[in-house]
């Protein structure tokens, strides 16, 4: 029986030989190493394998090892020894000062692992490396005693191309517990991100201990209501809340440092502090009362900047954070901050008085008045040795060069900021704000706040824009994605938003430009799924569904519907409604849709054995414009334009997402636009379709005229439509204004949507110009 046993022993040990050499060895590696060689064979582990990290090394890194050592015990069962000297099949690390920061060296050979760093960094990102090689099963908390427990060969010499590396959470709008934080700082962990930028305070909630202002938490982390979807009038009247003592904190620091990521507070000041006014209604300009804000978007409350009560508070406040976040950089906002209450209040410009500012051609004297808080908090953190960071905003008021600039309304403001000597980290909305949607199929997702950053342009991304020369481009220390949590109330969907657009960041983040490669992003995602898999973590699952594109062809007066998805997994689609399945049409060439009905929908899947995916569903509908393309006098904005003229008439209404292809934006020029019929036919209504989304800046039209040509014909105005500014914030949504007029003969139509010149002063941006968006001009 014995030797049965050691016979069969034996022929396991040699399958398992055979079954591994020749397996191809798969490098899944996301981000994927700057350099690397890959190599036949494999590391196993095995019990016998040792760990010895040489003593210049010291207590920190040993303690890495440690974690991984842990990890790897718990999951495979192995534990592995730690040895006195180098040995012949173990894990050897090693000192290696002349590195770079973050950089490390790591060789895998058949008997041994080797790794070299300069920084406690740098070896965890070679254990993250090695991690990411094995099963996925070593992220988890479960035994998997059956799986592969090796790694494939390979010498791997790899480097950061940017030192900040970040993610920013919002807490204030929802609030997450510091187990759901860590969750995210452990996926942050598996991309080698080591910032987390943690937005604390806002109108909506603060979340954080101060013990010398104890009503920040008692009265300011509570607010009574929050407005119900996009409905700004609407709210659940249930209080909600939450914040963190300062002991939680310190173990989250701690937590966060032992991942090799440093946790970034912000303070948000002197806008967005409706919880602080609340709490201390002596801080604002009026007195209040103040409440903390049920309701999203800008307040026009602020900090008073004239009493200074409001220094003593900020500063008493910042020495506390700093006390319990040892970052080098602390972040005190600064954005959206209006200048309305400051403009009446004595104190305010008293203090703008004496400072002797005034109005000049870049500003208002209160936009310097932002200036003076911003430098004069600035001064206080160098003082106690800290570097100051603030959204861009807090350039407006001129900025010493100190301060990093944290460029997030595009790119313009980063670029303007590493010319004048910055530092900058790049976060701009588009396609950074992982608060925006990653599907263009916005009704069968969660409710987001807008927009559209799906996976593939968060790849595309390139921090550092070609107008800037070498040594400008210097002072580009990186780059984040920012997580706003308005639409955000469950972990679950906090996650969804998170993942996987996080793996795509990293790429940005860690890999040099020449070494990016979307395809290779690809072809790893799926092990990176398994990890997050593994960890119990909710994501996306876009990248593996159908995408539909729409195009009207004017030839042939028809829609074309172009299909795609990941590799070549096969596509099934109908177009009467019903649901696709295996033995409905495969999809093999674009698909010209007819508008000779009034409606059609669209429904197409893709097969795959691991994965399921929903339905692709395109309803479209129908009218004496559709199929033929519009002339458009002036173009939409760069940003905004997406299909161009052909959006007008394709038959397809869009949703809340205002960039997924189905609206076009303009904000310098009205829509006008000329839609050729083809023939002549008998006109007697126009419909446009409309977006309003307030905290986008997102108005209704103030005007559409339509006129008509019949043949030769000059064109005459035959109907018009005014629309009042609405005299408060409604409902945001998607709406359809109609104009109407006595039938006419036509073969040309002509339709002028106007702008918004001025936005209201109910609104934070009053004065500004405001965005039309249109989707479909219907013609009846
Ligand atoms: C921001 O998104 N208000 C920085
Ligand atoms: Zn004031």
């Excluded at 002197?270 to 009026?286: I, Q, R």
């Excluded at 909305?429 to 263009?440: G, H, I, M, N």
Aim: glycine share 8%; with cysteine; net charge negative.
């Amino acid at each position: 029986m014995k030797k049965l046993n050691r016979y069969l022993a034996l022929l396991a040990t040699v399958l398992a030989l055979i079954s591994c050499q020749s397996e191809e060895n798969r490098y899944d590696l996301i981000p994927y190493p700057n350099h690397i060689e890959q190599m036949p064979g494999r590391f196993a582990f095995d019990n016998h394998t040792q760990i010895f990290v040489s003593p210049e090394c010291g207590d920190e890194i040993t303690g890495v090892l440690k974690q991984f050592a842990g990890q790897l015990q718990k999951t495979s069962g192995l534990e592995l020894k730690w040895a006195e000297k180098e040995g012949k099949n173990g894990i050897v690390v090693k000192l290696n000062p002349e590195l770079a920061d973050e950089a490390y060296n790591l060789h895998i050979g058949k008997n041994n692992i080797e790794i070299a760093a300069a920084t406690p960094n740098g070896v965890r990102f070679a254990l993250q490396t090695v991690k990411q090689l094995l099963p996925a099963a070593v992220y988890g908390d479960t035994l998997v005693t059956d799986a592969n427990w090796s790694v494939p060969c390979a010498t791997i010499d790899d480097a950061p191309r940017f030192g900040y590396r970040g993610l920013h959470l919002d807490v204030a709008r929802h609030f997450f517990s510091i187990a759901e934080v860590k969750r995210i700082l452990n996926v942050m962990a598996v991309h080698k991100l080591n910032t987390l930028h943690w937005h604390l305070t806002d109108d909506q909630g603060w979340r954080i201990e101060i013990k010398k202002y104890p009503r920040l938490t008692e009265v300011g982390s509570m607010r009574s209501k929050t407005m119900i979807a996009k409905e700004w009038d609407n709210y659940d009247n249930t209080p909600y809340g939450g914040f963190y003592t300062q002991d939680e904190l310190r173990d989250i620091v701690k937590y966060a440092a032992d991942l090799g990521i440093t946790i970034i507070p912000e303070i948000d000041l002197p806008g967005h502090m409706m919880a602080a006014l609340a709490s201390y209604p002596e801080l604002g300009c009026t007195g209040g009362p103040y409440e903390v804000s049920g309701q999203w978007g800008i307040r026009d409350d602020v900090l008073c900047a004239g009493k200074d009560k409001t220094f003593d508070f900020i500063e008493n406040v910042l020495l506390e954070v700093m006390d319990i976040f040892p970052s080098k950089y602390i972040h005190i906002g600064g954005d959206e901050c209006p200048k309305l209450r400051w403009e009446k209040c004595p104190a305010c410009q008293a203090r703008i008085k004496a400072l002797g500012l005034k109005d000049d051609e870049h500003g208002t004297a209160e936009h310097y008045l932002q200036g003076y808080v911003t430098e004069r908090v600035e001064k206080f953190l160098n003082d106690h040795g800290r570097e100051m960071i603030g959204w861009d905003e807090i350039m407006e008021g001129g900025l010493s060069t100190h301060a990093t600039v944290m460029s997030w309304r595009g790119v313009s403001n980063g670029v303007e900021a590493a010319k004048q000597g910055h530092d900058v980290i790049m976060t701009p909305t588009s396609p950074l704000y992982f608060d925006y949607y990653q599907s263009r199929d916005t009704q069968s997702e969660p409710l987001a706040i807008g927009g559209y950053n799906p996976v593939d342009l968060v790849y595309k991304f390139n921090p550092v824009p070609d107008e800037l020369t070498e040594e400008e481009a210097k002072h580009i220390l990186g780059t984040q994605a920012n997580v706003w949590t308005e639409y955000m109330p469950t972990n679950e969907q906090l996650e969804y938003m998170i993942m996987p657009r996080i793996a795509a960041l990293s790429e940005v983040q860690w890999d040099q430009l020449e070494n990016k490669d979307y395809n290779r992003f690809l072809n790893h995602i799926g092990h990176i799924l398994e990890i997050y898999n593994a960890m119990g973590l909710n994501y996306a699952k876009h990248l593996f569904e159908v995408e539909g594109e729409y195009m009207v062809d004017e030839s042939k007066g028809c829609i074309v519907a172009t299909l795609r998805t990941q590799g070549d997994a096969p596509i099934y689609y109908t177009l009467d409604g019903t649901e696709p399945t295996t033995a409905s049409t495969r999809y093999t060439e674009p698909i010209e849709i007819s508008t000779d009905t009034d409606t059609c929908t669209l429904k197409a899947i893709v097969v795959r054995d691991q994965v399921k995916t929903r339905t692709l569903v395109r309803p479209f509908s129908f009218n004496k414009a559709t199929g033929h393309l519009a002339e458009l006098k002036d173009a939409p904005s760069p940003k905004y334009t997406f299909g161009g003229a052909s959006v007008l008439t394709d038959g397809i209404h869009g949703d809340f997402n205002y960039s997924n292809g189905c609206w076009l934006g303009f904000i310098d020029t009205p829509l006008d636009a000329t839609i050729d019929l083809g023939e002549t036919q008998e006109v007697s209504r126009v419909k446009v379709g409309s977006l309003v989304q307030y905290s986008e800046y997102i108005f209704p039209p103030t005007k559409i005229t339509v006129y008509a040509a019949d043949g030769e014909n000059p064109m005459t105005e035959i109907g018009k439509l005014d629309i009042p500014v609405a005299p408060k914030q409604d409902a945001d949504g998607v709406r359809e204004y109609t104009c109407e007029f006595p039938s006419v003969p036509a073969s040309k139509i002509r339709v002028v949507v106007n702008t918004t010149d001025k936005i209201p002063d109910w609104h934070g941006a009053r004065g500004e110009k405001g965005w039309l968006f249109v989707d479909e001009i219907s013609i009846n």
